[in-house]
T-cell receptor, first 114, second 109 residues
């Protein structure tokens, strides 16, 4: 089974802090994604990466950046956290570049910015 | 653009049926369905591809109407374990998915 692991289930940070969310997958998947999940809005794509050091903006990239130095690890960075970034963050990965493949999700990180 | 899911929520008694719809304004190549239980990761249920196929997973099945750019998820003879939030994810011309807002299903004994 594919395992996608997010480093923290719950995180509390202060406004203005630089925040790092980590995601690791163990199946050598090429593509990794970061979503945020908010009530009534579903999952919205922040950034994705299709290879090491490669990234593309999703639908809501403002205030975020990402890093992919190794194939198995994809990090989401909040450069200067703000209260409107309080949310559930989900990481996912898929094999290949094909929408016929299912996305495998981590358990999520619930981030609170105070 | 996110697909539109309906209804937002549904409450069922064990054994009852329900239908969840997912509509897109864009031409679709594939539709994914996932279920998420509270505090857990979304779990993949099934993928439907362009071509109007129908698929099943236990007593949960789905269809894809290519002409209407719409997919429907059918929960048949619901069980308590079916409770959760169901999301559709749609793909048009690449592997990125756009997800609907979700439908919360509550199955009561």
């Amino acid at each position: 089974d594919v395992k996608v692991t997010q480093s923290s289930r719950y995180l509390v940070k202060r406004t203005g802090e630089k925040v790092f969310l980590e995601c690791v997958q163990d199946m050598d998947h090429e593509n990794m994604f970061w979503y945020r999940q908010d009530p009534g809005l579903g999952l919205r794509l922040i950034y994705f990466s299709y290879d090491v050091k490669m990234k593309e903006k999703g639908d809501i990239p403002e205030g975020y950046s990402v890093s992919r130095e190794k194939k198995e690890r994809f990090s989401l960075i909040l450069e200067s956290a703000s209260t409107n970034q309080t949310s559930m963050y989900l990481c996912a990965s898929i094999v290949g570049v094909d929408s016929r493949q299912p996305q495998h999700f981590g358990d999520g990180t619930r981030l609170s910015i105070l | 653009q996110q697909p539109v899911q309906s209804p937002q929520a549904v409450i069922l008694r064990e054994g009852e049926d329900a239908v969840i719809n997912c509509s897109s304004s864009k031409a679709l190549y594939s539709v994914h369905w996932y279920r998420q239980k509270h505090g857990e990761a979304p779990v993949f249920l099934m993928i439907l591809l362009k071509g109007g196929e129908q698929k099943g997973h236990e007593k949960i099945s789905a269809s894809f109407n290519e002409k209407k750019q719409q997919s429907s998820l059918y929960l048949t003879a619901s069980q308590l374990s079916y409770s959760g939030t169901y999301f559709c994810g749609t793909a048009s011309n690449d592997y990125k998915l756009s997800f609907g807002a979700g439908t919360t299903v509550t199955v009561r004994a």
